[in-house]
């Protein structure tokens, strides 16, 4: 069973960075196509994918939101971190982590999200 | 980046009724190399993380319920309810898993 929770601070402040901890169990990331992948979403707007990282470490990124964000593994704690640099009131919602099926490239496993407020 | 444009924004349906919901993909995500549609669909209920219902265009995930289907290609492409059920209330977002762009969402409610 795939399990995916995210976790990181729920208040930001403006220009600060974020940085969110996706721990997960029921899959490696050592190898292959299976990726984690970070997908926000603004309160009461739309789903917006943020980056993806692969097993065989190859990384993936939002072309809007590419030179702010920096998302690395440590497989050895079956971790995804994700950072955003520079971080604006916009950026206030909640975040996911999820499970990237091999070959499909769907989001087939979700965490429950966690929300991050930036605010002074 | 593919632009992912959904119709309606919302749409009420009596219990029982077929649902209709379009997505439009501003460039192609079919690729001739494996013969795939790279579209998916996802449900959100209020409080909850997406659901995965369908990808490549048309292949059910497993556990979803057979009153959802997808189809379409190229750039065209719906998800139907057949009959809906109180429990399919919901709002549905397409996704072009190629480069992960979302469409802006579906509202379902009863009528």
């Known amino acids: 069973q795939i399990t995916l929770k995210e976790s990181g601070p729920t208040l930001v402040k403006p220009t600060h960075t974020l940085t969110l901890t996706c721990s997960f169990s029921g899959f490696s990331l050592r190898t292959g196509g299976v990726g984690v992948g970070w997908i926000r979403q603004p309160p009461g707007k739309a789903l917006e994918w943020l980056a993806l990282i692969y097993g065989n470490d190859d990384e993936r990124y939002s072309p809007s939101l590419k030179n702010r964000l920096t998302i690395t593994k440590d497989t050895s704690k079956n971790q995804v971190v994700l950072t955003m640099t520079n971080m604006d009131a916009v950026d206030t919602g909640t975040y996911y982590c999820?499970?990237?099926?091999?070959?499909?490239?769907?989001?087939?496993?979700w965490g429950q999200g966690t929300p991050v407020s930036v605010s002074s | 980046d593919i632009v992912m444009t959904q119709s309606p924004d919302s749409l009420a349906v009596s219990l029982g009724e077929r649902a209709t919901i379009n997505c439009k993909s501003s460039?192609?995500?079919?690729?001739?190399?494996?013969?795939?549609?790279?579209l998916s669909w996802y449900q959100q209920k209020p409080g909850q993380p997406p659901k995965l219902l369908i990808y490549?265009?048309?292949t059910r995930e497993s556990g979803v319920p057979d009153r959802f289907s997808g189809s379409g290609s190229g750039t065209d492409f719906t998800l139907t309810i057949s009959s809906l059920q109180a429990e399919d209330v919901a709002v549905y977002y397409c996704q072009q898993h190629w480069t992960w762009t979302f469409g802006q969402g579906t509202k379902v409610e009863i009528k």
């Open positions: 490549w265009a048309s």
């Open positions: 460039q192609s995500v079919f690729y001739s190399s494996n013969n795939k549609n790279y």
């Open positions: 999820a499970h990237s099926r091999d070959v499909v490239e769907v989001f087939d496993s």
